[in-house]
């Protein structure tokens, strides 16, 4: 298992490279752990080479609310936030598939940002990156109607049968499950998605 995911390695200076790859280590964890819950201080770093990870935030008197997926190739800015300000995440973590990767110590990636310059602008790269997802996000659960972002979203996946819940579809648009099955019934209606067990058929 190797850092091959992050094609900006290969410009990190020699003594930042040596001593990332002496303070990192190998990680697997399965489907639906929890890595940190919102509150949690981080003390380390995933650097994720295999699979994804939900990072979603949760109230008393709303639903779940999925902020981002983290994939191959990418760090979690939450997770980053709560490393370097030593302050509690404003969201929780959980593997959508069983992962590999690597983590590295609060410490240890102090020090590699002491050393690097370049792993300092990928860091900035990933909070603008993050910062306009998450503005989109705002914009849509404030401006668009329900039935818009569900289509949307469904357009936005690679395949055309999704394996997801009404219960999970609604957790990532942050809505209820009633009113997320009722709008996809009423899509049904119009020949927008076909409806089966566990699963939504975009036509």
């Known amino acids: 298992m190797k850092l091959t995911s992050y094609p900006f390695l290969d410009k990190l200076e020699p003594e930042a490279l040596s001593f990332l790859e002496q303070h990192i280590t190998p990680v697997s964890i399965p489907k639906g752990t929890l890595l940190f819950y919102q509150g949690d201080v981080c003390e380390n770093i995933l650097w994720l080479i295999h ?4 990072l979603y935030t949760q109230s008393d008197t709303i639903e779940d609310i999925t902020l981002y997926n983290l994939k191959a190739g990418e760090q979690c800015i939450v997770n980053t936030a709560s490393l370097f300000s030593n302050t509690p995440a404003i969201a929780s973590a959980e593997t959508l598939t069983g ?6 110590s609060s410490q240890s ?4 940002t002491q050393l690097s310059d370049v792993y300092q602008s990928y860091l900035f790269s990933l909070y603008q ?3 306009e ?3 989109g996000l705002i914009n849509d659960i404030k401006f668009k109607r329900l039935d818009t972002r569900i289509i949307e979203w469904l357009n936005k996946q690679p395949q055309n049968i999704i394996e997801i819940t009404h219960e999970q579809l609604a957790t ?13 019934k009423e899509l049904e209606q119009k020949g927008i998605v076909t409806l089966h067990r566990g699963k939504i058929e975009r036509l």
């Not at 699979?51 to 939900?54: A, Q």
């Not at 990636?109 to 590699?112: D, E, F, G, N, Q």
Request: hydrophobic residues 55%; positive net charge.
């Open 51 to 54: 699979g994804e990870v939900r």
């Open 99 to 104: 992962i590999e990767g690597f983590v590295i």
């Open 109 to 112: 990636v102090k020090k590699l």
């Open 129 to 131: 990156l993050r910062f």
């Open 133 to 135: 997802e998450l503005a």
């Open 172 to 184: 990532e648009l942050g809505s209820a499950r009633v009113v997320v099955s009722r709008l996809l």
